[in-house]
């Protein structure tokens, strides 16, 4: 069921991976297959990071193939899902009989104790994230136009973006996830300025946006010992909660940021000076 199990890890092994360990262990790539559903599961916050890319048949969420206890059981059973359609076409996703159309860019809140999760659209391209609920909140499409974005950085500095948050108490209620969606504007290619970690929770980034010849460098570690790792379109990368996150393209970009741990403050962040790094 899941394609590959990343493991939490711990802040000094940094200093002694291979630039081709860190990807094993950090990088998620290979998500977005023309029909199919690929789920990989993070012990991070229990993360399953997945991409649907239905063709003329539609896909289905499956249901728990592993580990044998929980064999033959619904994903959501104990989990609430995100989706966000990254695609260039809309595309309808079915919650237990219920069809949402979901355009670019759009997400859909999926609750704990769904059975059936259906996709369907050629060209629409959901990216997927679940975490464990105690509790079942109301099913809702969320779009960018359900609450006033956020304005941050400058041209001067190269940083000038756009920030929409789309799953987070003041927009859309939820047990533990946070999303949302950043997009660069032209002539800007740094993001998350200034850097920051997030102690209670973990944080995962979509870099998607790009051309096939662009890539993002997603620098990552802690702050008197940084490392990066070189990202293409598409590709998802890990962020333990010791970890600091930021990056910077070869051209703009969008992504989208997903958080779950012990609250959903999204301010909750220690910021770090652009001086402390090294």
Same mark, same amino acid.
């Given at each position: 069921?899941?394609?590959? =199990?990343?493991?939490?890890?711990?802040?000094?092994?940094?200093?002694?991976?291979?630039?081709?360990?860190?990807?094993?262990?950090?990088?998620?790539?290979?998500?977005?297959?023309?029909?199919?559903?690929?789920?990989?599961?993070?012990?991070?916050?229990?993360?399953?990071?997945?991409?649907?890319?239905?063709?003329? =048949?539609?896909?289905?969420?499956?249901?728990?193939?592993?580990?044998?206890?929980?064999?033959?059981?619904?994903?959501?059973?104990?989990?609430?899902?995100?989706?966000?359609?990254?695609?260039?076409?809309?595309?309808?996703?079915?919650?237990?009989?219920?069809?949402?159309?979901?355009?670019?860019?759009?997400?859909?809140?999926?609750?704990?104790?769904?059975?059936?999760?259906?996709?369907?659209?050629?060209?629409?391209?959901?990216?997927?994230?679940?975490?464990?609920?105690?509790?079942?909140?109301?099913? &809702?499409?969320?779009?960018?136009?359900? &609450?006033?974005?956020?304005?941050?950085?400058? &041209?001067?500095?190269?940083?000038?973006?756009?920030?929409?948050?789309?799953?987070?108490?003041?927009?859309?209620?939820?047990?533990?996830?946070?999303?949302?969606?950043?997009?660069?504007?032209?002539?800007?290619?740094?993001?998350?300025?200034?850097?920051?970690?997030?102690? &209670?929770?973990?944080?995962?980034?979509?870099?998607?946006?790009?051309?096939?010849?662009?890539?993002?460098?997603?620098?990552?570690?802690?702050?008197?010992?940084?490392?990066?790792?070189?990202?293409?379109?598409?590709?998802?990368?890990?962020?333990?909660?010791?970890?600091?996150?930021?990056?910077?393209? =070869?051209?703009?970009?969008?992504?989208?940021?997903?958080?779950?741990?012990?609250?959903?403050?999204?301010?909750?962040?220690?910021?770090?000076?652009?001086?402390?790094?090294?």
């Amino acid at each position: 069921m899941y394609e590959k =199990t990343y493991y939490a890890t711990h802040p000094s092994m940094m200093s002694r991976a291979t630039n081709d360990e860190l990807r094993d262990r950090y990088l998620v790539s290979k998500l977005f297959r023309a029909g199919q559903v690929v789920l990989t599961y993070s012990h991070g916050e229990r993360f399953v990071i997945g991409g649907a890319v239905p063709g003329a =048949t539609p896909l289905t969420l499956p249901r728990q193939a592993d580990p044998a206890s929980a064999k033959d059981h619904s994903l959501l059973e104990r989990r609430e899902l995100g989706i966000v359609n990254i695609g260039a076409v809309e595309g309808t996703v079915v919650v237990d009989g219920e069809a949402f159309r979901l355009a670019r860019y759009d997400a859909l809140y999926v609750p704990m104790g769904t059975r059936d999760v259906t996709f369907s659209g050629e060209g629409a391209r959901f990216y997927l994230l679940s975490v464990p609920a105690h509790r079942v909140y109301p099913l &809702r499409k969320v779009t960018l136009a359900d &609450r006033e974005p956020m304005y941050r950085g400058s &041209r001067e500095a190269s940083n000038e973006r756009t920030i929409h948050q789309l799953i987070l108490p003041h927009t859309c209620l939820s047990a533990s996830l946070c999303l949302g969606l950043t997009r660069l504007e032209p002539g800007s290619v740094w993001n998350t300025m200034p850097p920051h970690i997030h102690e &209670r929770r973990s944080e995962i980034y979509l870099y998607f946006d790009l051309n096939d010849d662009h890539r993002v460098f997603h620098f990552m570690g802690q702050a008197d010992s940084l490392r990066h790792i070189i990202m293409r379109n598409e590709e998802a990368v890990i962020s333990p909660p010791w970890s600091v996150h930021m990056g910077a393209g =070869t051209s703009n970009y969008s992504f989208v940021w997903a958080m779950a741990g012990e609250n959903l403050d999204y301010n909750d962040m220690d910021v770090l000076d652009l001086c402390q790094l090294r």
